[in-house]
């Protein structure tokens, strides 16, 4: 089979595809609200009725159970699934998740969330279009292509889809590291597609990413919280302490103020620097992004590093504070400070850890405050990456060729998949992240979107790997 009779065969058919991602999309499959387990649990039973009808050999597998506000709740299955096992083809194992973020149309969002629209330029609207509800169903539609054509897949297919990725991915790597040496046996690499174009117009390959360290900071003072006007002045306020050590984390520049971070970054190379350039990447594109001209860096290189080669600190709210509309005099008693750290090659989280906790116990030390300080790391997630000369990439780069005639930018990105670390290390073998999406389409934000183009050549993409995969060499 020519590459061209299966490109035209997704053309001719991309109005049923489009139909199939509408039907996907209207299944609220949000892990995160208790509400809506059973729609994500029923998600999970689409692709495993979906796979078995393409012909797969499925294998559901539960992860056990969660406890959120004193209610027990199931987790989602984890869709596990063999198409071909011929010793003389390569295995490639295709990860995605099915589960989706929270969406109200009073958010913000243009149309009903829920309801996969198409606008005049193309753009399909709803929950999961793109994260990851889009590309989960590209691969499927790319097998099934084959199968109407009547012609045989270049590689064997393994599957792995979850249903709590926006919650945690809570129990999938267990079930990874467990199934490592069985259902897991015999893959060759690895591929996901649950990341984004740099641009709007160009794909790209992605060979690294960021890790996250999350931290608690609380300060308890009180008992209880307290009245302004009958104790302020007269006791050490929690909420002052916390402000002031928040205020000691970053720098409006970005700079990370605790000392011994920055020191644990992998040195800048020649040869690294010379990746940032002629990849499509603008000010204007992160501009878009913003809604405002409120970049720190002054150039498209800098900014670049800043988002995948170099850590950064957040701060993203406060725990136990007043927050809601109007005015309320309140001292809180035990105010709790959330902030994040994006790790990069070569730090280690535990270091990370120990830096921040030693820094933040020495400030507040100067305070000589009598409230009593508490730092923990509730998640700590280290940073991947690969080698973009590795086969399964040349095979990625080759497939971008023939669907888009151009050769892909390779790039890092500044958010964190862990699954993609537990693949690597578990299974020993090369990942590579295929995306479908392009730079704006808004996932975990109002309006999420694949535009219609990216979605039907994204079928022929996957396509295309599965037979670039089969040509590759190994060596190469």
């Not at 159970?65 to 209610?71: D, W």
């Not at 292509?145 to 792995?160: I, M, S, T, W, Y």
């Not at 913003?290 to 590093?305: Q, W």
């Amino acid at each position: 089979m020519s590459l061209e009779q299966f490109f035209q065969a997704i053309d001719a058919n991309q109005d049923i595809y489009v139909q199939r991602l509408k039907e996907i999309v209207a299944i609220k499959s949000v892990s995160g609200e208790p509400e809506h387990r059973s729609d994500t649990i029923l998600m999970g039973e689409w692709l495993l009725a979906e796979l078995e009808r393409l012909g797969a050999t499925t294998k559901r597998v539960e992860p056990g159970v969660q406890k959120v506000n004193g209610r027990t709740l199931p987790l989602p299955p984890v869709v596990l699934a063999t198409y071909g096992e011929d010793p003389a083809k390569k295995t490639v194992l295709i990860y995605g998740h099915y589960d989706v973020q929270p969406a109200l149309k009073e958010d913000g969002w243009n149309t009903d969330p829920f309801t996969l629209t198409e606008d005049a330029e193309g753009r399909l609207l709803g929950r999961g279009a793109s994260d990851d509800k889009g590309p989960v169903l590209g691969w499927l539609c790319a097998l099934e292509a084959h199968q109407q054509l009547g012609r045989d897949l270049p590689v064997n297919l393994k599957f792995c889809f979850e249903g709590m990725e926006e919650s945690g991915s809570e129990g999938l790597d267990a079930i990874i590291v467990r199934e490592a040496h069985d259902y897991f046996r015999g893959v060759d690499c690895v591929c996901i597609s649950d990341n984004y174009w740099l641009g709007k117009t160009k794909p790209c390959l992605t060979y690294g990413l960021r890790g996250v360290s999350y931290f608690m900071m609380s300060i308890k003072g009180p008992a209880a919280d307290l009245h302004s006007g009958v104790f302020g002045g007269t006791v050490h306020e929690p909420m002052t302490d916390l402000v002031h050590l928040m205020s000691r984390l970053v720098d409006p520049q970005g700079r990370i103020l605790v000392p011994g971070i920055m020191d644990q970054v992998a040195p800048l190379t020649e040869e690294e620097q010379h990746t940032y350039e002629g990849l499509e990447f603008g000010l204007s594109d992160l501009r878009g992004a913003l809604g405002a001209n409120t970049e720190i860096h002054a150039n498209v290189k800098d900014i670049l590093m800043h988002r995948w080669r170099y850590p950064s600190l957040s701060l993203h709210g406060i725990e136990g504070a007043f927050y809601a509309p109007g005015s309320k005099t309140v001292i809180p008693a035990n105010p709790i400070g959330k902030f994040s750290i994006r790790t990069v090659p070569n730090m280690e989280p535990a270091q990370i850890t120990q830096l921040v906790k030693d820094y933040l116990h020495a400030e507040f030390a100067k305070l000589n405050s009598k409230n009593v300080l508490e730092v923990t790391c509730d998640h700590e997630g280290r940073p991947w990456a690969s080698s973009p000369d590795h086969w399964n990439f040349v095979a990625g780069a080759r497939a971008v060729e023939q669907v888009f005639q151009c050769k892909p930018d390779l790039t890092r990105e500044g958010g964190s998949i862990p699954v993609t670390l537990t693949f690597q290390d578990a299974l020993q073998k090369n990942v590579l992240l295929l995306p479908m999406g392009a730079c704006d389409d808004g996932a975990h934000s109002i309006n999420e979107k694949v535009d219609r183009r990216n979605f039907i050549e994204g079928i022929k993409l996957y396509g295309a790997y599965f037979h670039e995969l089969a040509r590759v060499k190994t060596n190469e």
